[in-house]
């Protein structure tokens, strides 16, 4: 009777070792499967926001772009020129050319809440021009102020 009741005792531990196996093997593949699927939901919501990212910075209004300048009642009368706009990762560089064809490059560009200032230096007259647009990105003209006196209008060129 020992014998028959030590192979039962035997097999019931041997069916629970089984059990716990096949249990622990269970529980490991679920936590597997579960840590990997919450790391693709990760890089599937950082592949989702860089692509709205880039929807978005490339759906910014931008100044970039040419614009035709006219100064107007200098004391050299009326002056014109081009203003020429990149948009380089998100800051503006540029040059203004003179109706002669020069290429003055812009010191400085920068954006406001009203519009746009920029500034160069003008050579053949040794002077620094300054000059602040009022307008948004999206608009087709804007009117300011050159060297804060003269009245100044850029008309996008197309």
């Known amino acids: 009777m020992n014998l028959t009741r030590a192979h039962r005792i035997s097999g019931i531990l041997a069916s629970n070792i089984n059990q716990y196996t096949i249990m622990r093997t269970l529980v490991f593949s679920f936590l ?30 931008s100044y970039a772009g040419v614009w035709l300048v006219t100064v107007e009642n200098t004391p050299l009368g009326t002056v014109t020129g081009e203003l020429k706009l990149e948009d380089i990762s998100g800051s503006l560089k540029g040059v203004f050319v003179t109706p002669d064809g020069k290429s003055l490059p812009l010191q400085s560009v920068s954006t406001t809440e009203d519009g746009l200032t920029t500034g ?10 300054d000059v602040q647009l009022t307008g948004k990105p999206t608009a087709e003209m804007l009117i300011g102020q050159s060297l804060g006196e003269y009245r100044t209008t850029a008309k996008r060129k197309e």
């Open 120 to 129: 160069f230096y003008y050579p053949d007259y040794d002077v620094d021009v």
């Open 32 to 61: 597997c499967c579960f840590i990997l699927s919450i790391a693709s939901c990760d890089s599937a919501a950082k592949t989702m926001a860089a692509k709205t990212e880039m929807t978005e910075s490339a759906a910014v209004p």
